[in-house]
């Protein structure tokens, strides 16, 4: 069995990038979200990768319109029936999984593989309300997907190693380089990352440098292609918050308490560049994005 029909859920930005990189790949999607209007916003975001694409001379128009063709809008779970791997790219919310992961089993075939691109939640908890858990699995795609090649694919207790080899040969299959991870809070990547960027916040917290002189120090001091507050604005606070809460609850150790700052802009609705302010300002905002 191969894994070419794909349901993901979710349309914002990390489910329109998981939809472009599978339809990319000659993978049929199927994208689900609440509404025909966020649905819209998914589609176009994946038309407009593509649109550049075009522009730089990596596809043809030909090619565009293919693999546009091959992504297909519902609101509807049942659609997801035929599905082979259905992708859950919600926002980091336990709660909000759970009732989709729930969803998702009522619809799908018995053979189905269920991922979530979690960031940070355990794959063993989310599994645990399933009827077969064996078939789970975390795929934690990065942000900009179509851009970034890393894959984590993280097993919880349950899942089973047919499930785990089927998303290994996808992850290959969609440009990806896997790497395996235990289910940890964090997984590998998130528990190294976000504890970086947080600390930074603590830094600008605390009146030591600007924010630019910060990402301008990491920048050249450390070699990063990205400021840690400019990544963060990238990332979205309030998902940045949510994986430090994670790492919180999870380890009981307060070196991964939240800086007050970080609760504090997000209290404000300031979330970095989708609410079109964060730590910088963004003259551009993807407004009305509910799904990480």
């Known amino acids: ?68 063709a091959r992504v297909t809008t519902t609101v509807d779970y049942a659609d997801l029936a035929e599905a082979d791997l259905v992708i859950e790219a919600a926002t980091e919310n336990l709660e909000l999984k759970l009732r989709i992961l729930r969803q998702i089993e009522e619809v799908a075939g018995s053979d189905t593989v269920i991922a979530t691109n979690t960031s940070s939640i355990s794959i063993t908890q989310l599994a645990a309300i399933l009827q077969r858990p064996a078939r789970f699995i975390g795929l934690h795609f990065f942000n900009p997907v179509p851009a970034m090649k890393l894959l984590e694919l993280i097993r919880g207790l349950q899942t089973d190693d047919r499930t785990h080899a089927l998303v290994d040969e996808f992850a290959t299959r969609i440009g990806k380089t896997p ?91 300031h979330l970095g560049r989708k609410s079109g302010r964060g730590f910088y300002p963004y003259a551009s905002a993807l407004r009305g994005n509910s799904n990480e």
């Open 179 to 269: 790497i395996n991870v235990d289910n940890a809070p964090g997984f590998v990547v998130n528990r190294i990352l976000i504890p970086m960027l947080n600390e930074a916040i603590f830094v600008l917290q605390e009146g030591l440098a600007s924010a630019q002189d910060i990402d301008t120090g990491m920048q050249l001091g450390c070699n990063h292609p990205i400021g840690p507050l400019a990544l963060a604005d990238m990332i979205g606070l309030d998902t940045l918050l949510a994986i430090m809460q994670v790492l919180h609850d999870g380890f009981a150790d307060p070196k991964y308490r939240p800086a007050r700052l970080l609760k504090d802009l997000v209290s404000a609705g």
């Open 1 to 68: 069995m191969s894994l070419t029909r794909i349901g993901v859920i979710g349309a914002g930005t990390m489910g329109s990038g998981i939809a472009h990189v599978c339809a990319s790949a000659g993978l049929h999607v199927t994208l689900i979200d609440v509404s025909a209007e966020a649905l819209k916003r998914g589609l176009a975001a994946v038309d407009d990768i593509l649109q550049r694409q075009v522009r730089k001379a990596r596809i043809c128009e030909t090619e565009r319109a293919a693999t546009l």
